[in-house]
């Protein structure tokens, strides 16, 4: 991390988990573990948590976030959500290309660019996800293909609308398979992430963006993780269900 430079930011990303009256439970548990947090923290929750997890964590220092936007104000798009609803739910940040919205549910790098846009447009801070499969990293495609998913991310996003942009480098092999990338690797990641940025904006630009590694970082590892300079904190999936777990994860990146 290079804090005099960008914010360290730990977000949970809770998945398909969690019912109202759980998310009110855990944030209650979460709050004094996390108080004195010298990074961001914020809760990524399903849409039906939304109402109780704003509540939960009103007067404490956690944000609360939606999984996914759409990129239309409104329409025939059944189980989408749009900006403007997340808006009055009290949402102030938004992850965007999910790998497994991209596996289960067609996301595109198209349709990613789309839902930012939609995000940035509407003042909410976007997370926006890249990672390479398998395959495609033994190919020797890692730097090549992070570096285009990031670029068609931003396009037609402004130089001051990137200031609302967080990058999560999610290694799509390392996402809930409990294989984590090495330090050095989530390091090479987010790196490329930021020389794509770099490419398109400038060098100066590039090193005030948040990049957050995503690939199954814990309780165990969060600290070697967090101590690379190009790992400004992480998308945290199963250990944001955790309250100590996740407090832990905070803490690390608060050093």
Not at 29 to 36: G, I, R, S, T, Y
Request: aromatic fraction near 6%.
């Amino acid at each position: 991390m290079k804090k005099e430079l960008r914010r360290a930011v730990i977000a949970g990303n809770w998945k398909m988990n969690n019912t109202p009256s759980q998310t009110k439970a855990l944030i209650e548990q979460m709050k004094p573990l996390v108080a004195d947090a010298d990074c961001d923290v914020v809760l990524c929750v399903p849409f039906i948590d939304i109402p109780a997890a704003v509540e939960a964590a009103k007067g404490s220092n956690i944000k609360i976030g939606a999984e996914n936007i759409h990129f239309k104000a409104s329409g025939a798009y059944t189980g989408e959500i749009s900006a403007d609803m997340l808006k009055e739910a009290g949402v102030e940040y938004v992850v965007i290309g999910h790998s497994e919205r991209r596996q289960y549910f067609a996301e595109t790098d198209q349709t990613v660019n789309l839902r930012t846009l939609a995000a940035v447009n509407a003042g909410f801070k976007a997370i926006v996800c890249v990672g390479e499969t398998l395959e495609q990293r033994e190919l020797g495609y890692t730097e090549t293909l992070l570096k285009y998913q990031t670029k068609m991310a931003l396009t037609n996003v402004t130089a001051e609308q990137l200031k609302n942009i967080i990058i999560a480098y999610e290694p799509v092999w390392a996402i809930g398979t409990g294989v984590t990338a090495t330090a050095e690797q989530a390091d090479e990641g987010n790196g490329f992430c930021r020389a794509a940025i770099a490419e398109a904006y400038g060098a100066d630009v590039a090193e005030t963006v948040t990049i957050q590694y995503g690939g199954s970082m814990n309780a165990k590892n969060a600290d070697e993780l967090v101590s690379k300079v190009n790992v400004d904190g992480g998308l945290i999936g199963g250990a944001s269900l955790k309250a100590e777990d996740f407090s832990i994860i905070v803490k690390a990146a608060s050093k």
